[in-house]
Structures are given as C-alpha cells and as structure tokens.
C-alpha cells in the first residue's frame, strides 16, 4: 500500500496535513477490518481483553460523533448506541450487528466530521459538552489522530489474532 502522507508537499499547510493524517489513520481501519465475515468481525480474539473489531467501528463511529458535533459544532444528535443502558454497548451489544451495518454508520460519521471540519478554521473553538473546556478544531484533528492511531494498533492485534493478516 502506498503511504500518501509521506507525498505531501515540505511546504503543505496544517490543515492539510492534519487531515490527510486522520484520513489515513481512517482508511487503515478499513484496510484493517476488510474481508472478514460478521462473525470474524464480532470475534474476541485476543484471549485478554473483550475487544473487538465490530466494537471498535462502532466506537470510532461514537468518537467521530462527539468530538465533531458535539464538541467542534455544538449540535449533539444523541448517542449511537442506547439499546441497552451499558455506558459501552458500543463495544459490548454485537450479537445482531453486522460489519456492513457498522461501517455504514461510521461512514456517515466521518462524512459529517469532514464537513464540520471543512466549514471552520483549524482555531475555530467548540466547547466540550460535559467539562466545558473550549477545544480548538486544530486540538480535535489531532485527538483524532490519536484516538485512531491507538485503536489501529488494537485493530491489528485482533485481526492478526483472526486470520493471521496484520495491519500497516
């Protein structure tokens, strides 16, 4: 696979940089979960924890959420997942998801982040809902990058622990 972070101009301003960044860390997700049967994708491979890559989706779909439109827009829809009152049914209530139905939701997620983002400037300010911290849209681009770097790595530990294929 080719890297395109590593194509960007020496001189590429922030924003782009950023988001070429996290659009990266996105589609290695992708690249990571690809060609799994919703079983594979549900399955808590890794003997020591309850991860999954179905959860993580799922999760990353929640996290796009919150840091975009709650936190950068100020327009929180509600959560993804209130079937159940677990504080981590994302993670946790897989047995009827499916990858197709997951990764739909994540990328409606994404195409709204992309949105918000594109509409603001990197100094823009949101407030964070529950602390009330203001939060620029520049320290949210990075959160993000973040957040999917980490989550990447667990991504890879499952799949790996699945079929064998590893990750970037």
Known sequence: MRDDRFQLPADADERTVLTCFLDWHREALVRTCAGLSDEQFRRRAVPSSDLTLLG?????????????????????????????DDDDEDFNDLDSATGESAFAIWRAEVAQSRRIAA???????????????????????????DEYARHNGHADLIREAIDGQVGE
Not at 58 to 64: D, F, M, S, Y
Not at 68 to 84: D, R
Not at 119 to 145: C, F, Y
């Open 56 to 84: 993580l989706v799922r999760h990353l779909a929640g996290v796009e959420r919150w840091y975009f439109q709650a936190v950068v827009a100020g327009n929180f829809p509600g959560s993804l997942y209130t079937a159940t």
């Open 119 to 145: 509409e603001r400037p990197l100094g823009a300010l949101g407030t964070h809902p529950v602390t009330g911290q203001a939060l620029s849209l520049r320290w949210v681009l990075n959160h993000m990058i």
